[in-house]
Nanobody, 116 residues
Framework: QVQLVESGGGSVKSGQSLELSCTTS????????MAWYRQVPGKQRELVAS???????EYAESVEDRFTISMDYSKNRLSLNMTNLRPEDSALYFC??????????WGQGTRVTVSS
């Protein structure tokens, strides 16, 4: 069973930065796509950023130019570098990994709180 463990969440002020990490129990290369999602109470989980095995990335419009997603194959780690954080970025952030053809795995989440 693949396990994903997020870390790096915390409380920061508006304009500051945080880096989230997601470590996989298996080689990260088995995932065809990995992504970060976030969720706030009462709302649906939303896609923040995704990256394919070959490095193609996509971002939600609200985070483009502020967040960067990356994969470290040597450490089996997915990262999300978040800069210029805003209060509306506050959420529970989840790591997700997809394995072909139709398996998906989620982490337990790490909380990010941004105060103004």
């Amino acid at each position: 069973q693949v396990q994903l463990v997020e870390s790096g969440g915390g409380s920061v002020k508006s304009g500051q930065s945080l880096e989230l990490s997601c470590t996989t129990s298996e080689s990260i290369i088995v995932h065809t796509v990995m992504a970060w999602y976030r969720q706030v109470p009462g709302k649906q989980r939303e896609l923040v950023a995704s990256i394919t095995r070959i490095g193609n990335t996509e971002y939600a419009e609200s985070v483009e130019d502020r967040f960067t997603i990356s994969m470290d194959y040597s450490k089996n780690r997915l990262s999300l570098n978040m800069t210029n954080l805003r209060p509306e970025d506050s959420a529970l952030y989840f790591c997700k990994g997809d394995i072909f053809p139709n398996r998906e795995f989620w982490g337990q989440g790490t909380r990010v709180t941004v105060s103004s």
